[in-house]
């Protein structure tokens, strides 16, 4: 089976969802981060969310690189197509 643009949509989209599902905690070791940095009642507030709030973020955003690789890169997207023949 050839590489439509069906399947080149499908693979965004999955894409997409997995990237989204696989950093969730991410973004909620990033909301806890957060949520503790903006409390500020004490010295620690500091020391433990604004780590916790980059971690978080920063992490989420490098696993959206195969989301931006699968919609600008052709050949990454056929490469990963689930329902291509590989063969």
Known sequence: ?????FHYVLTIVFEIFKAVVGSSYWY????VG???????????DLV????????????????LETVFL??????YNKGICRLCDKS
């Open 70 to 75: 699968a919609i600008f890169s052709p050949k």
């Open 1 to 5: 089976m050839t590489h439509s643009f």
């Open 28 to 31: 909620v070791i990033g909301f």
């Open 48 to 63: 433990i969310g604004l780590p916790l709030l980059i971690v978080g973020i920063g992490v989420a955003v490098n696993s």
């Open 34 to 44: 957060f949520l503790i940095f903006r409390s500020k009642m004490s010295p620690f």
